[in-house]
């Protein structure tokens, strides 16, 4: 096997065991997106194009070169030859042999090439939609927490409204009630009033006959001192 065949062979492994490791079912896309975050990725990210491609064109060379030795040594010529010289004929098989190993080789190569950069693409696309889903979960549990949040401060508000009413109830009430107290004490007190100008109204008019009653006496009292008087005169 050739240099490059080599080359080609040990990157068709590394192929294999890197996709192999992409399939282990406990490495979750999540960790392989912060795995794909290193700085290290970052500092390739923009030589990856670029790499990806230039193997790409690299093994169609040699994939369009190994179908190139295939249909060389499987044609009627090379045959002819082996079927003259039996020593020309194991050649020729083996080069035959060693130009469809190079084909199965690079074809395999450029299969697990692409495959490769697809797994890790929706390895990516997984893990963003994982983080996606997580976000509006958390965007959803937190748009139920507050619409309970809400109803409770409804239910809350409802509650407190109820008992305000109940209490605005018994405050009127209770107003009702004092109301109706201060009118019946208001009629009690000009009732009182009443009575009590009846009663001095009373009193007036007993004092306006005790003072004429009192003149009365006081004239009669006068009248009876100058008849008084007057006797003692003639009794001189």
Same mark, same amino acid.
């Given at each position: 096997?050739?240099?490059? *065949?080599?080359?080609? !062979?040990?990157?068709?492994?590394?192929? /294999?065991?890197?996709?192999?490791?992409?399939?282990?079912?406990?490495?979750?896309?999540?960790?392989?997106?912060?795995?794909?975050? *290193?700085?290290?990725?970052?500092?390739?990210?923009?030589? *990856?194009?670029?790499?990806?491609?230039?193997?790409?064109?690299?093994? /169609?060379?040699?994939?369009?070169?190994?179908?190139?030795?295939?249909?060389?040594?499987?044609?009627?010529?090379?045959?002819?030859?082996?079927?003259?010289?039996?020593?020309?004929?194991?050649?020729?098989?083996?080069?035959?042999?060693?130009?469809?190993?190079?084909?199965? /080789?690079? $074809?395999?190569?450029?299969?697990?090439?692409? /495959?490769?950069?697809?797994?890790?693409?929706?390895?990516?696309?997984?893990?963003?939609?994982?983080?996606?889903?997580? $976000?509006?979960?958390?965007?959803?549990?937190?748009?139920?927490?507050?619409?309970?949040?809400?109803?409770?401060?409804?239910?809350?508000?409802?509650?407190?409204?109820?008992?305000?009413?109940?209490?605005?109830?018994?405050?009127?009430?209770?107003?009702?009630?004092?109301?109706?107290?201060?009118?019946?004490?208001?009629? !009690?007190?000009?009732?009182?009033?009443?009575?009590?100008?009846?009663? !001095?109204?009373?009193?007036?008019?007993? !004092?306006? $006959?005790?003072?004429?009653?009192?003149?009365?006496?006081?004239?009669?009292?006068?009248?009876?001192?100058?008849?008084?008087?007057?006797?003692?005169?003639?009794?001189?």
């Amino acid at each position: 096997m050739t240099l490059q *065949w080599t080359a080609v !062979a040990f990157f068709l492994y590394a192929e /294999i065991a890197f996709n192999l490791i992409l399939c282990i079912p406990f490495l979750s896309a999540k960790r392989w997106r912060s795995v794909f975050g *290193w700085r290290l990725w970052n500092w390739l990210s923009p030589y *990856w194009n670029k790499c990806f491609f230039t193997m790409i064109m690299v093994l /169609i060379v040699l994939f369009l070169d190994a179908v190139r030795e295939v249909h060389k040594y499987s044609g009627p010529e090379p045959m002819q030859d082996a079927k003259v010289n039996p020593n020309v004929y194991d050649h020729v098989h083996m080069k035959l042999f060693r130009a469809q190993r190079n084909l199965y /080789i690079s $074809g395999f190569s450029i299969f697990l090439w692409l /495959i490769m950069r697809r797994v890790v693409t929706l390895l990516n696309q997984v893990a963003v939609s994982l983080e996606s889903t997580a $976000g509006l979960q958390a965007q959803m549990d937190s748009a139920v927490k507050a619409a309970r949040q809400h109803q409770e401060d409804n239910r809350r508000l409802k509650q407190a409204l109820l008992e305000g009413e109940n209490s605005m109830s018994a405050t009127k009430q209770q107003l009702k009630q004092e109301v109706e107290n201060l009118a019946g004490q208001l009629k !009690a007190a000009e009732e009182a009033v009443r009575k009590s100008h009846a009663e !001095a109204e009373a009193m007036r008019r007993q !004092a306006k $006959g005790l003072a004429q009653e009192y003149d009365r006496l006081l004239r009669e009292h006068h009248q009876l001192q100058n008849l008084q008087n007057v006797g003692d005169k003639k009794d001189q």
